[in-house]
């Protein structure tokens, strides 16, 4: 008897033909994660030879430059390409003076790595809140963040880490117009091949606290949502990408990445830019959290995380599980 029913209709297609095997699935994979798509965070401190655990991080750590440089060879040796430095500092005042001290924790930090492996990608954080007495990511007029007298000195510490030898600055301090000042300050001042990777979707989330302690950069009254993005809104993030794209972003970000993957996914289809994600403190301390309780494999859980973030359209991750992804990787 002659089989009528139209093609595409079980049995006669069977999808987990497809899934036989880990080779064959392997060959017909969709969506891959590499070490190159990997950006460390490190957090630097004043000194040599020292170094302070985070304890809302498990295993990771603040370090002093030439520590730091140690640590950056081993994660390139690894195929992470990339590290995104954050100075730490008990140097603060009400105008963020040492942000851009050119011997500053940060700017030492990226001489040290330069100097010590001179291939790998130095990202800086260029943000005021670590450098403040209030711990607000601006410059206050009263108790309100004054955004024109904030990207002056926004700018001001871009050039600095540009000088020190950084190959990209990340402003995350969602001022308006802030992408526009460091472009044209880099470029004023011949560090026009220096790129800019905005944090151009950061949002006011829940899931920053560990990394608030590991810099020391929690308000000191009243919080950020004046300046950082409301988390239920997604049109005004595709806003905030285009604009940066217009100022002269080069990479653009969305932060926190695991609770904003429609977010990423969306940023995807308003620019040709590459996007990155940043997989926040919080988001991978509960991670590892319920890993160490034994209530979910780390690395199967860690990887399924990455491959969602690619999936969603992010081009780099950046990840405290950078080095044990590499490894697994290999």
């Known amino acids: 008897m002659t089989d009528t029913r139209p093609p595409g209709v079980f049995p006669t297609v069977r999808p987990r033909r497809l899934r036989r095997g880990a080779t064959l699935r392997a060959m017909v994979r969709e969506t891959r994660i590499h070490p190159d798509n990997l950006i460390l965070p490190l957090f630097a401190i004043a000194g040599e030879n020292r170094t302070e655990p985070i304890a809302s991080l498990p295993g990771q750590r603040r370090e002093t430059p030439d520590l730091i440089a140690a640590r950056a060879r081993r994660a390139y040796e690894l195929g992470v390409p990339a590290v995104l430095i954050f100075g730490v500092t008990d140097a603060k005042d009400a105008t963020a003076s040492s942000a851009y001290d050119p011997d500053g924790s940060a700017q030492q930090a990226i001489r040290a790595i330069k100097a010590e492996v001179p291939e790998m990608v130095v990202v800086t954080d260029v943000c005021l809140c670590a450098y403040t007495d209030h711990g607000h990511c601006g410059i206050l007029t009263g108790e309100r963040i004054d955004n024109d007298r904030s990207i002056a000195v926004i700018a001001r510490t871009a050039l600095s880490h540009a000088a020190a030898g950084a190959d990209i600055v990340a402003p995350s301090d969602m001022m308006d117009g802030r992408v526009g000042a460091i472009r044209t300050m880099l470029d004023n001042e011949g560090h026009e091949d220096v790129a800019i990777m905005s944090y151009a979707a950061k949002y006011a989330s829940a899931f920053y606290g560990p990394f608030r302690d590991a810099a020391g950069s929690a308000p000191g009254f009243g919080d950020r949502r004046g300046y950082q993005m409301d988390p239920p ?23 926190p990445a695991v609770a904003y993957m429609d977010v990423i996914a969306k940023t995807r289809t308003v620019t040709d830019l590459p996007v990155a994600a940043y997989w926040v403190s919080g988001e991978w301390a509960m991670l590892k959290a319920a890993a160490e309780r034994g209530w979910l494999d780390e690395r199967e859980a860690t990887l399924e995380t990455v491959v969602g973030l690619r999936r969603a359209g992010a081009d780099l991750i950046i990840t405290y599980a950078a080095e044990d992804i590499a490894t697994w990787l290999s």
């Open 233 to 255: 809104n997604v049109r005004e993030a595709l806003r905030e990408i285009v604009q940066d794209e217009a100022e002269g972003a080069d990479i653009v970000m969305v932060k």
